[in-house]
């Protein structure tokens, strides 16, 4: 990597204009004019006549009356961020004129945003420069889960625009990735052209052993000030193939699931940018469609169906089309939009990130109304273990950003269940807040490190992935007892023959067996067992141990969870005269409805506990928890206190000398 590439241009040249061509006839210059205009062959789109906007970062009270719901109704919101009583955003002068309109009052926090972000950006590549260091441009992060998952990808470089790959870099990056790995990313495909005629780009990754294996699909760059997601999967990209051949998790990836990337989506939107601020900072943030009123360009993340999403009564997009959120003239107005609606229609992902910058944000729809699909479940799960590493909030637009959304690519993609399969698609937002929309470069990597996490785990999503829980238990020595633990598929597809193992470094743990095959798990559905029997020597020291629980994922990649225990001494003075010895009797009445009694005995005093769990082991109700005397004893369950469903339930009793799992059953 070369740092003189980041130095700003020395002087920006001016392109030539109608003034420096002195001396050349009028009639001259309008048949010129003419030949370009037919040339262009699209007059709608035309980006020589417009000048360019300014941009400000404006603070609005939110003391006037009603003016959250004025926003939201104006649909023109798309970077707000709450401070106190405030909401600070970005919009440009014909957004103010907007809002002079409508009676907002505004204060303006910086009065030219991209001049701050260009200013911001050369004066660390100055201080860079001058340091000679690559290692501080390159960043660190380290908040990762493997020790692969660290290590930044050696090809991996910044670019020329404020550290961003121009859109010729990126050509360059896929070209080179298909050149070093031809086995593991198909060619640099167009899936369709944008306005001003250039080609959107895909690639897909997945060894030949990953035909026909779940697809899922990751885009970037709606928004034409937003290169930061890009980043991101170039990024993700890199790391997958640098690391096919060493580490276990890209191989089995690679192998197991085919990844589709979209780099740029708003590829006119980014050229003018470049053309504009070529060392980055450049704001526009639509595609470059004329519209009739001669306002320029049309927000792609505001012009997807279905025609209700994108009409929705609750605002969130503008239909004034000088506004950065103009939602264009109906649904699909686009060719971009068009294009990836077109794409995925003879695809089947089965889930998609759409990557948008900034403020350190995982949102799931639906954007258009302000609630939560029937999926929650699943976008609430998959967001949080996606942000379990770099911290970002997730939710709903509301919950998130704050205003609601219509027309975005997440609501159709997930919603839109009539033109292709559902697809579980979400929104990052890379970045903290004081990065906007153009982080210095030494930003740059962190955040495609911090996203890369993120990036596997939905590819893993996408087809069957197994999660393990348990209960914290603890368990007497020496005694055979088994280890109940919960199996669940969160992945999107079914798996088989899912193997499980238990195992240990520490002889005296002696499983009695280690292994469980799972013939099948369906998407979401959960398995409540307790067949891995163990035995732990006396000669273990009471107190907390670890014993890892392995699950066989797709691809052979193996996912190790540490179980813990507590290992407690039986009680070796048994009553000698107590008449009782240990048991856990069958529940009476059985199958139940509502109550049903459970019935016990220990053969001396001791620790006991008895709960209720259900089938995805969670707890319903610890009956009992603490000394009781020996003896016989009974307890009732009463089922219609804890809201239960008809199905099977367990209850489970442990004690330092004894633990039993039985089974019963609810009948409503
Ligand atoms: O407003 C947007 O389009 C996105 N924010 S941005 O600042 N990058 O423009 C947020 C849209 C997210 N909505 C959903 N994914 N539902
Ligand atoms: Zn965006």
Same mark, same amino acid.
């Given at each position: 990597m070369n740092l003189l590439h980041y130095l700003p241009h020395a002087s920006v040249?001016?392109?030539?204009? *109608?003034? !420096?061509?002195?001396? $050349?006839?009028?009639?001259?210059?309008?048949?010129? %004019?003419? *030949? %370009?205009?037919c040339v262009r062959g699209n007059a709608q789109y035309s980006s020589e006549i417009e000048p360019k906007e300014k941009y400000y970062q404006v603070k609005i009270s939110l003391s006037q009356y009603g003016v959250m719901a004025k =926003? /939201?109704?104006?649909?023109? %919101?798309?970077?707000?961020?709450?401070?106190? !009583?405030? %909401?600070?955003?970005?919009?440009s002068e014909s957004e103010l004129e907007l809002l002079r309109k409508a009676q907002i009052f505004y204060e303006i926090a910086v009065e030219d945003l991209e001049n701050y972000y260009q200013q911001r950006a050369s004066e660390e590549l100055q201080i860079l420069n001058e340091k000679g260091s690559k290692e501080f441009i390159r960043g660190t992060f380290n908040q990762t889960t493997t020790q692969a998952q660290s290590i930044v990808p050696k090809k991996f470089r910044l670019g020329n625009v404020g550290g961003f790959l121009s859109i010729n870099? $990126?050509?360059?990056? =896929?070209?080179?990735?298909?050149?070093?790995?031809?086995n593991l990313i198909s060619k640099r495909r167009t899936l369709g052209s944008s306005g001003e005629s250039r080609p959107i780009w895909y690639v897909e990754l997945g060894s030949e052993s990953s035909e026909g294996k779940p697809q899922v699909l990751y885009t970037a760059m709606h928004h034409a000030r937003e290169p930061?997601? &890009? &980043?991101? =999967? *170039?990024?993700?990209?890199?790391?997958?193939?640098?690391n096919y051949s060493t580490d276990p998790e890209a191989k089995a990836l690679l192998d197991s699931r085919r990844m589709t990337v979209v780099p740029i989506v708003n590829p006119d939107g980014y050229a003018y940018n470049i053309q504009n601020s070529p060392n980055g900072g450049g704001l526009w943030r639509k595609n470059r469609k004329r519209n009739s009123s001669n306002s320029f360009g049309v927000d792609l993340n505001r012009n997807y169906g279905t025609y209700d999403f994108w009409n929705s009564a609750f605002g969130g997009s503008s239909t004034s089309p000088s506004s950065d959120t103009y939602r264009g003239t109906d649904p699909f107005s686009e060719p971009e939009t068009a294009a990836l609606r077109d794409f995925i229609a003879i695809n089947q992902f089965k889930? @998609?990130?759409?990557?948008?910058?900034?403020? !350190?944000l995982l949102i799931y729809p639906y954007g258009y109304a302000r609630r939560e699909t029937p999926d929650a479940p699943i976008f609430r799960e998959y967001a949080k273990r996606m942000t379990e590493f770099n911290g970002y909030t997730y939710g709903l637009d509301i919950e998130t950003v704050g205003y609601n959304t219509r027309g975005t690519s997440d609501d159709w993609m997930y919603g839109d269940s009539l033109t292709k399969p559902k697809m579980i698609a979400m929104t990052p937002e890379v970045g903290a807040q004081s990065d906007g929309f153009w982080p210095v470069p030494s930003r740059i990597t962190g955040h495609c490190q911090e996203n890369l996490l993120p990036n596997l785990f939905l590819a893993w999503a996408a087809g069957p992935y197994f999660a393990t829980s348990y209960d914290y238990a603890f368990i007497p020595k020496n005694t055979v007892v088994s280890l109940p633990f919960t199996i669940k598929n969160i992945g999107l597809e079914s798996g088989?023959?899912?193997? @499980?193992?238990? !195992?240990?470094? #520490?002889?005296?743990? /002696?499983?009695? #067996? /280690?292994? &469980? @095959?799972?013939?099948?798990?369906? +998407?979401?559905? +959960?398995?409540?067992?307790d067949g891995i029997k163990v035995k732990i020597s006396s000669s273990i020291p009471d107190g907390p141990m670890t014993i890892t629980m392995n699950v066989a994922q797709d691809g052979g990649y193996v996912t190790s969870v540490p179980y813990s225990i507590a290992l407690v001494t039986p009680l070796s003075i048994r009553d000698e005269y107590s008449q009782v010895d240990f048991a856990l009797e069958q529940n009476y009445p059985n199958p139940f409805n509502p109550s049903t009694i459970i019935k016990f005995s220990i053969p001396s005093q001791m620790q006991v506990r008895l709960e209720v769990i259900d089938v995805m082991g969670r707890n319903v109700v610890t009956l009992q928890n603490g000394l009781m005397r020996a003896g016989s004893h009974s307890f009732t369950f009463d089922g219609s206190k804890y809201g239960l469903t008809s199905g099977v339930y367990f209850y489970r009793l442990i004690t330092s000398g004894f633990q039993q799992t039985r089974k019963m059953m609810l009948l409503k």
């Open positions: 040249q001016s392109s030539p204009t *109608i003034k !420096n061509t002195i001396g $050349v006839s009028k009639s001259f210059l309008l048949l010129i %004019l003419l *030949i %370009l205009f =926003l /939201q109704m104006m649909g023109i %919101l798309d970077h707000a961020k709450r401070e106190g !009583n405030a %909401l600070i955003t970005v919009f870099d $990126v050509a360059a990056e =896929l070209d080179s990735m298909v050149a070093n790995y031809p930061g997601g &890009m &980043m991101a =999967l *170039i990024y993700f990209m890199w790391w997958l193939l640098e889930a @998609v990130l759409n990557y948008h910058t900034f403020s !350190n088989k023959k899912v193997k @499980v193992s238990f !195992n240990s470094d #520490n002889l005296g743990v /002696q499983f009695l #067996n /280690q292994t &469980m @095959v799972f013939d099948s798990i369906g +998407s979401w559905e +959960s398995i409540f067992t």
